[in-house]
């Protein structure tokens, strides 16, 4: 009776810890989010590492910029991230970063443009996803202080206007760019122009943390998303998406 005592109290404590845990993601960056079928990098790196402690991921989808203000009006317990805004003001507790944003300038090759440093936008115009100012105010104030600075929550309308040269450069992570550039070939059979890509700053992890209204929570996914890189299932969710192109 002792032995089912404790064996009913472990398993109670369980269920106690393990929640349903609704997330903020963006509702529009293959192939990171597929909002239609739940899927993608992001969603399943976070429902696995969350898993592992017996948490259920639960996706509710917004337009990037409302991502964080989900968050800070109490409509989901997670956020993906958030976007360059302090939330800890907010009931923030910061988890481990799961998934990189790789950012970098992407011109047509033909145009041989070389961008090093932020004089090397002058003239130019620019097409970026939404947040992109804040996040790199030091490259984008002046360009969008003089009028040629845009963002698209619709990235794959990025591809489309550089090919048109209706923009000199898009700034967009790199395998959404890739991801965007072969569906419209594949759906279209549009040959796309040959790019070259500007890296322009060094990638830090720490600005794509998801963020938790529970600190508990975030230690389990923190645990969990150790876990996972550690069996090589991280790598595999990486490889489904991207075939042979690694995790940063």
């Known amino acids: 009776m002792f032995r089912l005592l404790i064996l ?20 529009r960056i293959p192939p990171f989010c597929f909002p239609e079928t739940n899927s993608g990098i992001e969603v399943e790196v976070m429902r696995e590492a969350l898993a592992y402690r017996g948490h259920v991921l639960k996706p509710r989808y917004f337009p990037f910029t409302r991502v964080p203000v989900a968050f800070r009006a109490r409509e989901v317990d997670a956020a993906m991230s958030d976007l360059g805004t302090d939330l800890t003001p907010d009931g923030a507790f910061y988890g481990d970063p799961g998934v990189f944003y790789d950012n970098v300038f992407i ?12 004089e090397d936008l002058r003239g130019l115009t620019v097409i970026a996803f939404v947040g ?5 105010p030091e490259w984008l104030s002046q360009v969008k202080t003089e009028g040629r600075y845009f963002e ?9 206007t550089l090919q048109k040269k209706r923009y000199d450069l898009v700034l967009s992570d790199r395998n959404i760019f890739k991801y965007f550039s072969a569906q419209l070939t594949r759906t ?21 943390r998801p963020v938790f209204r529970d600190a508990r929570i975030r230690d389990d ?3 969990g998303l150790a876990a996972i890189k550690k069996s090589g299932q991280f790598k595999a969710i990486y490889q489904k998406y991207l075939g042979d192109n690694p995790p940063h």
């Open 152 to 160: 698209q929550n619709d990235q794959a309308l990025q591809v489309q």
């Open 132 to 136: 992109a100012a804040k996040r790199y």
């Open 188 to 208: 279209e059979g549009v040959v796309l122009s040959p790019v070259t890509e500007h890296s322009f700053v060094k990638l830090n992890p720490m600005d794509y």
């Open 221 to 223: 996914f923190n645990a």
């Open 8 to 27: 009913a109290c472990l398993c109670w404590a369980g269920m106690v810890r393990a929640a349903d845990v609704s997330m903020a993601f963006g509702e």
């Open 107 to 118: 011109s047509l090759a033909e145009r041989k443009l070389v961008i090093r440093h932020p």
